[in-house]
């Protein structure tokens, strides 16, 4: 039996993909009804910055451990919760980095303005920051996978 191989990066791609065009739609239409595109947060970004920096320290603990390095604090419960955060960390920033895609696909017609130009660059910075809550929610899974021990039969070769 083949172990689940968790949340593949196709996965996140289609989560980003599908969320772009929705967004993208529902802004264009909300737009054409005279509705502003709204303006990114900074905290927003702040948020993503803390939880992927948390995400990797928690995944760098688990990581230690399953390389052997003891660690009473980190029990065989708080690993699994932190491979579930990673993998919710991966799909929240693949789907941000959609929602904000999309907000800058809507304000590209009018790059030319200075004002509009100046409102495409903070949700660029903000899909790169969603970008690295993927990236380290993903690897944060990476970490978490156990290692195949030697002991073990494998079947899957004469399957």
């Known amino acids: 039996?083949?172990?689940?191989?968790?949340?593949?990066?196709?996965?996140?791609?289609?989560?980003?993909?599908?969320?772009?065009?929705?967004?993208?739609?529902?802004?264009?239409?909300?737009?054409?009804?005279?509705?502003?595109?709204?303006?990114?947060?900074?905290?927003g970004a702040a948020a993503m910055l803390f939880l992927g920096g948390g995400l990797l320290v928690a995944g760098w603990q688990v990581r230690k451990v399953r390389d052997g390095s003891p660690n009473p604090a980190v029990t065989p419960l708080r690993a699994a919760r932190t491979l579930v955060l990673g993998q919710a960390g991966a799909l929240t920033g693949a789907v941000?980095?959609?929602?904000?895609?999309?907000?800058?696909?809507?304000?590209?017609?009018?790059?030319?303005?200075?004002?509009?130009?100046?409102?495409?660059?903070p949700f660029l910075l903000h899909a790169v920051v969603a970008l690295?809550?993927?990236?380290?929610?993903?690897?944060?899974?990476?970490?978490?996978r156990l290692r195949p021990r030697d002991d073990e039969d494998d079947d899957t070769d004469r399957a």
């Open 1 to 43: 039996m083949r172990p689940h191989s968790g949340v593949r990066a196709t996965t996140l791609v289609l989560a980003a993909v599908a969320m772009t065009v929705l967004a993208w739609l529902v802004l264009r239409l909300l737009a054409s009804r005279g509705t502003p595109v709204p303006e990114p947060g900074w905290v």
């Open 96 to 121: 941000l980095v959609g929602w904000y895609v999309a907000n800058v696909l809507v304000l590209l017609p009018d790059a030319d303005v200075v004002s509009q130009r100046g409102r495409i660059w």
């Open 132 to 144: 690295l809550l993927a990236v380290s929610g993903m690897l944060v899974q990476a970490w978490c």
